[in-house]
């Protein structure tokens, strides 16, 4: 009697071993699956995204990496041109899009926008020799913009109310427009103040000037109705009240700070 209780009792702890080691199984591709997620950015926009030496850097990619961490997702980035990222969220190339994006009206009648994480200003960058300090000065230049970008629309709008006096000139890659205004392509570009700040430190020739134009606030983009955008919104908060949020601001948005040169960098794009 003895004996057949042991055997039964071996017999009952295979099972459950089995049933274990089975439902383990079973799960793992479910988890390990859940735990990928794909961000899409612009890597030409230092110091908020660009790649050094094959590596993405920048105040959105730090934010990215906390946000995965907060939420335990393993973060993978894809670098995509600014005016394509929209359509590689749709078409689930990617599952967000964090690039410097401003949640603008017409935008967000496409995709769906967290809570900003940064607001920045606007800022003309020109050569020392031939520097642009305001509005009024843009009138009579050809100014390079980023294509798709907030920076075309301020600087579309401003050259329509002053009957077309502005010439621009829009491209997918802001290091292109840089290039092209050190060899007299173009007199100046509009773009954030921070990125300003990043290219004039690695090239000695240009300056840059604040503009009274401040955008809303960069945000991440979702496609509509995905239930990644309550998740992301309650991270941010919490990064946010737990200072890590300010602290990632300010290791990039800091007038001390030098990152590897994005001007003359080779930025690859997808």
């Not at 920076?151 to 401003?158: D, G, S």
Request: aromatic share 8%; hydrophobic share 40%.
């Amino acid at each position: 009697m003895k004996k057949k209780t042991t055997s039964l009792k071996l017999i009952f702890a295979s099972i459950t071993v089995a049933c274990v080691l089975f439902t383990g199984c079973a799960k793992a591709p479910q988890e390990a699956q859940r735990r990928t997620i794909k961000a899409g950015t612009s890597a030409d926009y230092p110091p908020f995204e660009f790649i050094s030496y094959g590596e993405f850097h920048g105040l959105d990619i730090d934010v990215a990496y906390a946000l995965a961490r907060e939420l335990g997702y393993e973060l993978e980035i894809k670098d995509i041109e600014f005016s394509n990222l929209i359509q590689a969220l749709h078409s689930k190339r990617v599952d967000f899009v964090i690039s410097s994006m401003t949640a603008t009206e017409q935008r967000m009648k496409n995709v769906d926008f967290s809570i900003p994480y940064y607001s920045p200003s606007f800022a003309v960058i020109s050569k020392k020799d031939a520097p642009i300090n305001t509005e009024q000065d843009l009138m009579g230049k050809r100014i390079g913009v980023q294509l798709g970008s907030t920076m075309e629309q301020y600087a579309q709008q401003l050259s329509k109310d002053n009957n077309g006096q502005i010439t621009i000139e829009s491209r997918n890659l802001n290091p292109q427009l840089i290039q092209e205004l050190l060899v007299g392509r173009i007199d100046g570009v509009v773009i954030e103040e921070s990125q300003a700040s990043a290219f004039v430190k690695n090239t000695y020739t240009l300056t840059y000037a604040l503009l009274p134009k401040k955008e809303a606030g960069y945000a991440i983009a979702f496609r509509k109705g995905s239930p990644l955008k309550a998740e992301f919104d309650k991270a941010l908060k919490e990064l946010e009240a737990n200072g890590k949020l300010q602290a990632i601001i300010e290791k990039w948005i800091n007038k001390d700070y030098v990152e590897p040169n994005p001007t003359l960098e080779n930025l690859p794009n997808e």
